[in-house]
């Protein structure tokens, strides 16, 4: 496959996932701006994920760090998202390539990024991670664990947490997980008061993405359905 055919395919798959954002979105009576579209290109090679950017999505995610690592140093001027779990001896050198942090899935991590971010003299855009579907597979909070929570989100000043993150089981209906999503972090938000923004969700992948726009998702993390054609075995 040539670079002209890889650079069309690409535009054609992104114009059918804008017109389904774009219904999805006017279906639920919310502005299509409300909703960030982050290109998951863990699929693709850096060059792929660069034709993205010169499509105009520059909101690019990676779900390991030493990929997007390689990723960012590549396209410094996309805006990294890391989606999958951190390990803390790699949070130093991902928190300066980071423009947010989708996958705080425990209290011990969040701590370190806000000590690492306090060292950066920064403040780091988060999202907290939960386990909604109980997998034993998935990283994240368990829901009962939201009150615990309350305190710390109060304290740690150096992480900006913008909302909370989740996955949806494979096998069963996704819009019940992405409903108590929302609910959890309605919750959050009025016990943690104006200290934290507490406002964002990221749901929604390939399969479920029309599913999280109807239950509030502010961004949406598509990876395979923007590469249809292009990668040997979609997962
Ligand atoms: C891979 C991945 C995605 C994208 O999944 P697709 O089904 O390929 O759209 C989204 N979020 C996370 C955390 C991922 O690891």
Same mark, same amino acid.
């Given at each position: 496959?040539?670079?002209?055919?890889?650079? %069309?395919?690409?535009a054609n798959n992104l114009a059918q996932v804008e017109e389904r954002l774009q219904v999805a979105c006017t279906q639920s009576g919310r502005a299509r701006a409300e909703v960030t579209l982050?290109a998951?290109?863990?699929?693709?090679?850096?060059?792929?994920?660069?034709?993205?950017? %010169?499509l105009g999505v520059?909101? =690019?995610?990676?779900?390991?760090?030493? &990929? =997007?690592?390689?990723?960012? /140093?590549? =396209?410094?001027?996309?805006?990294?998202?890391?989606?999958? !779990?951190?390990?803390?001896?790699?949070?130093?050198? $991902?928190?300066?390539?980071?423009?947010?942090?989708? $996958?705080? +899935? $425990?209290?011990?991590?969040?701590?370190?990024? !806000?000590?690492?971010?306090?060292? #950066?003299?920064?403040?780091?855009?988060?999202?907290? /991670?939960?386990?909604?579907?109980? &997998?034993?597979?998935? !990283?994240?909070?368990?829901?009962?664990?939201?009150? &615990?929570?309350?305190?710390?989100?109060? &304290?740690?000043? #150096?992480?900006?947490?913008?909302? =909370?993150?989740?996955?949806?089981?494979? +096998?069963? +209906?996704?819009?019940?997980?992405?409903?108590?999503?929302?609910?959890?972090? @309605?919750?959050?938000? /009025?016990?943690?008061?104006?200290?934290?923004?507490?406002? @964002?969700? $990221?749901?929604g992948?390939? *399969? +479920?993405f029309e599913l999280a726009i109807a %239950?509030?998702a502010t961004h949406v993390?598509l *990876?395979?359905i923007l590469? %249809? *054609?292009?990668? #040997? !075995?979609?997962?």
């Open positions: 496959m040539n670079v002209r055919e890889i650079r %069309e395919i690409l982050v998951i290109t863990k699929y693709v090679p850096p060059e792929v994920a660069g034709f993205l950017c %010169e520059l909101d =690019l995610g990676e779900s390991r760090p030493q &990929e =997007l690592w390689r990723k960012a /140093e590549y =396209l410094p001027k996309a805006r990294w998202h890391l989606v999958g !779990h951190l390990q803390r001896n790699k949070i130093e050198r $991902s928190l300066s390539l980071l423009h947010c942090l989708h $996958s705080v +899935d $425990s209290l011990r991590l969040l701590k370190a990024v !806000h000590e690492e971010a306090q060292q #950066q003299q920064r403040t780091i855009p988060v999202m907290l /991670e939960f386990n909604c579907s109980g &997998e034993a597979s998935k !990283h994240g909070f368990a829901p009962s664990t939201c009150e &615990e929570l309350v305190q710390p989100l109060q &304290e740690l000043t #150096q992480v900006r947490v913008l909302g =909370l993150m989740t996955m949806a089981a494979a +096998d069963r +209906d996704a819009r019940p997980t992405f409903a108590q999503l929302r609910g959890l972090r @309605d919750w959050l938000r /009025e016990r943690v008061g104006s200290c934290q923004p507490l406002t @964002d969700l $990221s749901m992948m390939s *399969g +479920d %239950e509030g993390r *990876g395979s590469f %249809e *054609g292009l990668t #040997q !075995h979609n997962p």
